[in-house]
């Protein structure tokens, strides 16, 4: 067998996988690997990526896991830190936060290319945030990889300006501008700004538009569309727009233009509403929280300074529409429902341990959890097992699969369980939207309070706890 024979087969499975015949993909490779009783990098990678697009995430884990071992000493470190990459989202999917940043690390170390560690250091500090008592020490460290990296770009900082306006220009940065949680976010501070007093500038970087795009886009705002630009090309046209404040929305998750900030190319430089925690980097001057989110104007789990306003920072504005609220279940049913449909990589083990005390101390109660895990026989095995091992009375537990129209199901909830250190934000917003009260755990830093900043506006500071207890 030679390597153009191979590379033959690969790009006939490549080209099944991209047209959305997995299964024709995977046979091709398994057929391949049969015939010659071998396996590939290339291969196995393929099948990985067959693997994450089914959801069959325990199998994606443990064909990884394989690879990684069979090729350590490989010479291609693209695809090997490409491995470790998928293998962290795996093990995130799976609610395993540790193994995930390690994974990510591991990818970090082996990407040969500057940007894509850095991709890899945010997708490890964004897993981090859902890992129980995690240290803030162990936070700082993943700030000062993502920043030794950084300097491996070799950024030139623009000089510090010097030009004055009669109005002050704020800049917004994001690639979430569309039917994403940011866009339920922003829209007040695009639409509903003096414009006496401000000049707005918008910088989109998502490269697919949609009807929350194109709401926004309707503004009295100036619009940038740099989707696919390169960092230095972003911090050129915002030096060039002369923009006095610069509100990054992104933080740490995905398609975040966070080294635009080592370019310093507005005079002041912020953080906020798209992401919970610090962005790790010195040139960025604040983020924006509020009194509730941060006790403190410092915290050890930042590097920026927390800019605390008096009420809150969030501005819901939902673009869906709500079905009507529904009586509580309980009227009908005599129990109490409870139920969590946040993300499952945010359910660590402890909080699997306190809903578990939940159930056990409120009779005849139920819960009710749902996610795209649980829509594979393989993701609900996993669950239930992780269920089984922690000792949840499971058959007062209902497994449910996403769906599109979720929002009708609180009708099935009386009482909505945040998770933590990782809580839900627009999951948190919807749930009470719809008329389900959500009780929250309040965390140690800003991002893990955003329950206890919701319900302390909301006048209901009593939902939010500030220990298991």
Known sequence: MNT????????????????????????????????????????????????????????EVSLLNDLVRDFADSEDKKRLADAYSLLGAAYRMLGQSEAAVAAFVRSAQLEPSTGRKLTEISNALFAANAIEDLPAAKMQELYAAYRHDLQEMAVQAYPKPAWHHAKIRVGYLSADLRDHAVGQFVRPFFFHYNPADFEVIVYQLNKDSDFVTEDLRGAPV???????????????????????????????????????????????????????????????????????????????????????????????????????????????????????????????????????????????????????????????AYTLNRLKKLQLPIERIELRPYAKDYLQEYADMDIALDTAPYPGGLTTCEALYMGVPVVVLSGNRHGARFGKSFLSNLGLAELAAEDAS
């Open 222 to 380: 100036h619009w940038r569309d740099l989707a696919g630009a390169e960092f230095a090309e972003i911090a050129q046209v915002i030096h060039e727009d002369e923009v006095d404040v610069l509100v990054e929305l992104g933080g740490h998750t995905a398609g975040n233009a966070l080294p635009v900030f080592a370019y310093r190319p507005a005079r002041v430089q912020l953080s906020g509403i798209g992401y919970f925690n610090s962005t790790g980097i010195y040139e960025c001057d604040g983020f924006l929280s509020d009194i509730y989110c941060a006790p403190e104007e410092n915290s050890p789990y930042f590097t920026e300074k927390l800019l605390r306003l008096p009420h809150t920072h969030f501005c819901y504005q939902p673009y869906k529409t709500f079905p009507k609220v529904s009586p509580p279940p309980c009227l009908q049913n005599g129990y109490i429902t409870f139920g969590s449909f946040n993300n499952f990589a945010k359910v660590n083990d402890g909080m699997l341990l306190l809903w578990r005390e939940i159930l056990l101390r409120v009779t005849n109660s139920r819960l009710i959890l749902k996610h795209q895990l649980l829509g594979t026989e393989e993701g609900r």
């Open 4 to 59: 153009g024979e191979f590379l033959a087969v690969y790009e006939r499975a490549l080209a099944s996988y991209k047209q959305g015949d997995c299964d024709d993909a995977w046979q091709i490779i398994t057929d391949f690997e049969q015939q010659h009783s071998m396996k590939t990098l290339l291969g196995y990678l393929l099948k990985a990526y067959i693997l994450r697009t089914r959801k069959q995430y325990v199998s």
